[in-house]
């Protein structure tokens, strides 16, 4: 009776796992054979198809197949990531490109692979045509605009002026964007020659060495210079120190901005020119203040030098060579 009991157990059992297993695998029969023949029962091991005589078959073999049907699934993803090979390298690169870029344009593709670089005005000359595509044919003119935008054109803007400088290096600044931005369109044009994990890899790298980097140009960048407007032109009265600890929290956030970035001397420089920019923003009210002491002191040397004596408001009847606070505000207003 126990024995009986026991078998009745392990019929139970095997009938729950063929049905487990029959809704992953499904059978072997074709959809004409099930048609047009009366279904096995979930009690009969040829459910699973006529080669199944016993259920210890079933046991043994179903197991080896799910074992392969997972050795399949990850070949299919294998091949899912490794790169298309295609008869013709070019037409891969052409087929890249317009998956990335969206752009079904052969001259425009051939244009951007020959172009080893782009420096400068041409940078972004290229990048504003690229974005706008009616433009084309008409370089000339978007060079132009670009120059007369910035301020920067020589025949009409003072070169000696502080404000035609630091228009020329918001030019540079940005052309090194667009630089990049041409770079990465480069990188587009190519076809994936790496795994995802070695690209995932080498990206990794490339941060660790963007943050070094980031970490030297932002060592040097000990203080910022604050310009002001004197009634006729830009000028510098100052620096604005930066503390160390005011330095460190800009490090992952400018590494991450740069990391796609070639490491070279030019994105070195928009490095720092990026970290000062962020700086101010975050610190303007104390850059504010800082501007408002050093133009005063510069106000009250040159009445010194000016009235002689020291500049006190009002000023006491009898106070000698010291200006009065209505010198004082004539002054100003001149």
């Given at each position: 009776?126990?024995?009986?009991?026991?078998?009745?157990?392990?019929?139970?059992?095997?009938?729950?796992?063929?049905?487990?297993?029959?809704?992953?695998?499904?059978?072997?029969?074709?959809?004409?054979?099930?048609?047009?023949?009366?279904?096995?029962?979930?009690?009969?091991?040829?459910?699973?198809?006529?080669?199944?005589?016993?259920?210890?078959?079933?046991?043994?073999?179903?197991?080896?197949?799910?074992?392969?049907?997972?050795?399949?699934?990850?070949?299919?993803?294998?091949?899912?990531?490794?790169?298309?090979?295609?008869?013709?390298?070019?037409?891969?690169?052409?087929?890249?490109?317009?998956?990335?870029?969206?752009?079904?344009?052969?001259?425009?593709?051939?244009?951007?692979?020959?172009?080893?670089?782009?420096?400068?005005?041409?940078?972004?000359?290229?990048?504003?045509?690229?974005?706008?595509?009616?433009?084309?044919?008409?370089?000339?003119?978007?060079?132009?605009?670009?120059?007369?935008?910035?301020?920067?054109?020589?025949?009409?803007?003072?070169?000696?002026?502080?404000?035609?400088?630091?228009?020329?290096?918001?030019?540079?600044?940005?052309?090194?964007?667009?630089?990049?931005?041409?770079?990465?369109?480069?990188?587009?044009?190519?076809?994936?020659?790496?795994?995802?994990?070695?690209?995932?890899?080498?990206?990794?790298?490339?941060?660790?060495?963007?943050?070094?980097?980031?970490?030297?140009?932002?060592?040097?960048?000990?203080?910022?210079?604050?310009?002001?407007?004197?009634?006729?032109?830009?000028?510098?009265?100052?620096?604005?120190?930066?503390?160390?600890?005011?330095?460190?929290?800009?490090?992952?956030?400018?590494?991450?901005?740069f990391a796609s970035y070639e490491?070279?001397?030019?994105?070195?420089?928009?490095?720092?020119?990026?970290?000062?920019?962020?700086?101010?923003?975050?610190?303007?009210?104390?850059?504010?203040?800082?501007?408002?002491?050093?133009k005063e002191a510069e106000i009250?040397?040159?009445?010194?030098?000016?009235?002689?004596?020291?500049?006190?408001?009002?000023?006491?009847?009898?106070?000698?060579?010291?200006?009065?606070?209505?010198?004082?505000?004539?002054?100003?207003?001149?």
């Amino acid at each position: 009776m126990e024995n009986q009991t026991q078998s009745s157990e392990d019929n139970q059992a095997v009938s729950e796992t063929a049905e487990f297993l029959a809704d992953i695998i499904g059978t072997s029969n074709s959809q004409t054979q099930q048609q047009n023949q009366q279904p096995e029962t979930i009690d009969s091991p040829s459910f699973f198809g006529e080669e199944f005589t016993d259920w210890g078959k079933v046991k043994t073999e179903i197991p080896q197949r799910l074992q392969k049907l997972q050795q399949l699934e990850q070949e299919v993803t294998q091949l899912k990531s490794a790169p298309l090979q295609y008869a013709n390298e070019e037409i891969g690169e052409f087929d890249s490109f317009v998956k990335n870029t969206t752009k079904k344009d052969w001259g425009l593709f051939q244009k951007v692979k020959s172009t080893e670089s782009l420096e400068g005005l041409d940078a972004l000359v290229f990048k504003t045509v690229f974005e706008n595509p009616e433009l084309a044919g008409k370089e000339d003119a978007v060079k132009a605009k670009i120059v007369s935008d910035y301020k920067i054109d020589p025949d009409i803007n003072d070169v000696e002026s502080v404000e035609f400088t630091m228009n020329k290096k918001k030019m540079e600044q940005d052309a090194v964007e667009a630089k990049n931005w041409f770079q990465d369109l480069k990188g587009k044009v190519k076809v994936q020659s790496q795994s995802p994990e070695e690209m995932q890899q080498k990206k990794a790298e490339k941060v660790g060495q963007w943050k070094t980097a980031v970490q030297e140009v932002l060592g040097q960048v000990t203080k910022i210079p604050i310009p002001v407007w004197d009634g006729k032109e830009v000028k510098i009265i100052g620096d604005y120190e930066i503390k160390e600890d005011n330095r460190s929290v800009f490090i992952d956030p400018l590494t991450q901005a740069f990391a796609s970035y070639e490491l070279d001397d030019s994105n070195r420089r928009v490095v720092g020119q990026e970290f000062q920019e962020r700086f101010i923003a975050r610190n303007l009210p104390y850059i504010i203040d800082s501007a408002i002491k050093l133009k005063e002191a510069e106000i009250r040397s040159q009445i010194e030098a000016e009235y002689g004596g020291s500049i006190r408001r009002p000023n006491p009847p009898g106070g000698g060579g010291s200006t009065s606070g209505d010198d004082f505000e004539n002054y100003l207003n001149s």
